[in-house]
Each structure stands twice: as structure tokens, then as C-alpha cells.
């Protein structure tokens, strides 16, 4: 015999939920906030590759970053990523339109050779409170946690996050582990060269690889230096307190 469904059913699933969003944002509006002064000690997608690892037994693995304040780091590593990523990172708010429109003109011309163009930022967002891939629902979270972490950071200190928990090959997160692992140095000792070669790898960091750079990523790592150049070297950083 059919039942019509009790309406405080859906009340109470509806209202749970109302309740896991709100739990949620909380959550995140509070690691923003601790994380706008405090070290960050692991992201989402540390957390993610971790989780992975321990999935297909490999039990060994162990996802972290060795956290250091901007002046540890090289300044060459910083203009690098802005060089390679994000050329107007110290003028907009989180939102490159004009990457934007040229990132769907390539796309309606090539439809099979996708362009992205997210900023710092919006990678800091997802790198640090989100998952892995693509999709809708995630670029909606991110455009939201793009827009409190440009309202309440620096974009110093945005930058500042970015390079400590970047992916840089498989199990490297942050710039002072890649440099340690690849270069064996400190990364406040990175030269442009070594700088502009871990950006080269960052649009796929298990695919392209730092200790085995293909004639791509050598020809992105010439393309970047050049950009370091145009865009003022050093100066570029103080002109804009980064």
C-alpha cells in the first residue's frame, strides 16, 4: 500500500544540510582567518595525495611541506610563479578577466586543448581547501574562497602560502622541500635558472619533471626567465612590497 511521505522527513534532511554547508563555511572562514597569520601545516591536497597513497598501499608516503616565511625564500622563486601563473597577480582581486576571455577564446578555437586560467589566488584557494580536478562545483567554492582570502590576506602573504604548499613533483609540496630535494640547497639560495624551472613544471607536476626536464620544459623555463626580465626582475617584488 503506497504511503505518503511524512513531510518532516524532508524537513529534517533539508535542514541537515542547511546545517553541513553552514558547519562548512564556518570551517573555512576560520582556517582563512588562522591561516592569514599562522603556518600552514597541511592543505586539501596534501590531504587528497595522502589518502590516495594510503589506498593503493603505499604506506610509505607521506605528504608534507617544510613551512618558510617569504624572506627564507629566493626572490627569484616568487617573480618565477608570478612570471609563469599569473603576470597581474599584484593588480587584480583574485580574478584575471583578461586571462579569462583569452582563456575562452583558445578554448572555443581548440576545444580539445583546454587553457586555464586561474590565478595565484584562486590555485591557493583550491590547493589549500579543496580537491583536486575539475569541475563546476569546485570552480563555485573556489570563486568563493578566492574572494575571503583576497578580502582578509596580503597579497604577500597569499604568495607567501602559495610557494609553501605548491605541488612540485610527486610527494614534493612547497618550494624549500623542492629545492632541497632537487637542487640541495635552501630555497633562499635558488638561483633564477633553478627558479624558473620548478614554474616550468607547475601546469602538471607529474607530468613534467624537474630532474628529467623535457625540450618543453626547457623551453618554458627560457620563456620564464624572460618574463622575470620584462617584468622588472627584483624590482618588480619591492615596486609591489611582495
Known sequence: MWRKQHPWGARFWLRGLKWLAGGIITLWAGLILIFSVMPVP???VMLERQLSAWFTGNVSYVAHSD???????S???ALAVMA??????????GFDVAAIQSALSHNERRGSSLRGASTLTQQTAKNLLLWDGRSWVRKGLEAGLTAGIELVW?????????????ELG???????QAARTYFHKPASRLTASEAALLAAVLPNPHRYKVTAPSAYVRGRQQWIL?????????????????
Open 154 to 166: 596580503t597579497k604577500r602573504r597569499i604568495l607567501t602560502v602559495y610557494l609553501n604548499i605548491v
Open 170 to 176: 610527486d610527494g614534493v609540496f612547497g618550494v624549500e
Open 42 to 44: 597541511f592543505s586539501a
Open 67 to 73: 613551512w618558510v616565511p617569504m624572506e627564507e625564500i
Open 75 to 77: 626572490p627569484a622563486m
Open 84 to 93: 609563469a601563473e599569473d603576470q597581474r597577480f599584484p593588480e587584480h582581486w
Open 226 to 242: 624572460r618574463q622575470m626580465r620584462q617584468l622588472g626582475g627584483e624590482g618588480f617584488l619591492r615596486e609591489h612590497q611582495l
